[in-house]
């Protein structure tokens, strides 16, 4: 997939009167923390779709738009299964990113999870059955980060956007900030334990990761420091889009984290399509 794609970065003191923000909307008293939950995930894991709908149950029952869930395929469940060529399994919904952050936070069992990319119970990597306490653990901090996506437009084959991060308070260390797009309700096979038969052919994936628009690990949006008050604007432009993808079910996810630790330390999400 290639794309034609314009970034920049620009730091800019006290951009809006106090009270203004969020694209001209009502900067809130404080700022919560949001949090992302990666399910590693692949569509020969029996188990993962379990773990799927207990992560929509969170979302849907307990955390809403402040839980942001994405579907990270990657791992010896998720490659094509042969025989290749007989319309099942033959898919492959793998990322280059999704594989380097299986394999840099040596997830070697499925389902599993990364909360924030954060340690609970001594471990980054969070079995489902652990999801929702990692999530209790973080979600709603205070945050000095205030994150947003400002607008996405679709042209025909190509998306851009504009993303801004405005700091409630200083923050010091290293933060790189990353984009993912996502495809929701992508319809394929998946073996799901709790089906029957266990072998599903129309299973609707959920909040697939489809590709990443500025890196693996994203562009650096703090180096050393930034005052309480300034506010970063980043713009990608004319991203190519895959004529595959269904882009009324695409969204982007925006997140925040720090480079020395790898902590997701804020994260907003925005649907292509209302």
Same mark, same amino acid.
């Given at each position: 997939l290639t794309s034609a794609l314009i970034m920049g970065c620009d730091y800019v003191e006290d951009p809006t009167p106090p009270g203004t923000g969020n694209g001209g909307g009502p900067v809130p008293e404080g700022v919560t923390r949001k949090v992302l939950l990666e399910d590693i995930t692949g569509h020969r894991c029996n188990n993962c779709p379990r773990a799927a709908r207990i992560a929509q149950q969170l979302k849907d029952d307990l955390y809403g738009d402040d839980l942001v869930l994405v579907g990270v395929h990657a791992g010896s469940f998720s490659p094509p299964y042969p025989p290749i060529g007989d319309g099942q399994y033959d898919s492959d919904h793998r990322t280059p990113a999704g594989t380097d952050y299986q394999q840099t936070f040596q997830v070697t069992f499925?389902?599993?999870?990364?909360?924030? %990319? =954060?340690?609970?119970? #001594?471990?980054?990597? *969070?079995?489902?059955?652990?999801?929702?306490? $990692?999530?209790? /653990?973080?979600?709603?901090?205070?945050?000095?980060?205030?994150l947003w996506i400002d607008t996405i437009v679709v042209d025909g084959s190509s998306v851009s956007t504009v993303i801004k991060l405005h700091f409630v308070e200083a923050v010091s260390g290293d933060h790189n900030l990353v984009v993912y797009l996502t495809e929701d309700r992508v319809v394929d096979w998946q073996l799901d334990a709790e089906a029957t038969p266990p072998d599903v052919p129309n299973y609707e994936h959920p909040h697939?990761? %489809? =590709?990443?628009?500025? #890196?693996?690990?994203? *562009?650096?949006?703090?180096?050393?420091?930034? $005052?309480?008050? /300034?506010?970063?604007?980043?713009?990608?432009?004319?991203?190519?889009?895959n004529p595959s993808w269904n882009?009324?079910?695409?969204?982007?996810?925006?997140?925040?984290?720090?480079?020395?630790?790898?902590?997701?330390?804020?994260?907003?999400?925005?649907k292509f399509q209302p």
């Open positions: 499925f389902p599993a999870g990364l909360v924030n %990319r =954060t340690v609970y119970d #001594g471990s980054v990597i *969070v079995s489902e059955g652990s999801w929702g306490s $990692a999530v209790a /653990d973080v979600i709603g901090e205070p945050s000095p980060f205030e697939m990761l %489809r =590709t990443n628009l500025n #890196g693996t690990w994203g *562009v650096p949006v703090i180096t050393g420091s930034v $005052a309480a008050g /300034d506010t970063v604007t980043l713009n990608y432009n004319d991203f190519a889009l882009t009324a079910n695409c969204a982007l996810v925006a997140w925040v984290y720090n480079t020395a630790t790898d902590e997701v330390m804020q994260v907003e999400e925005r």
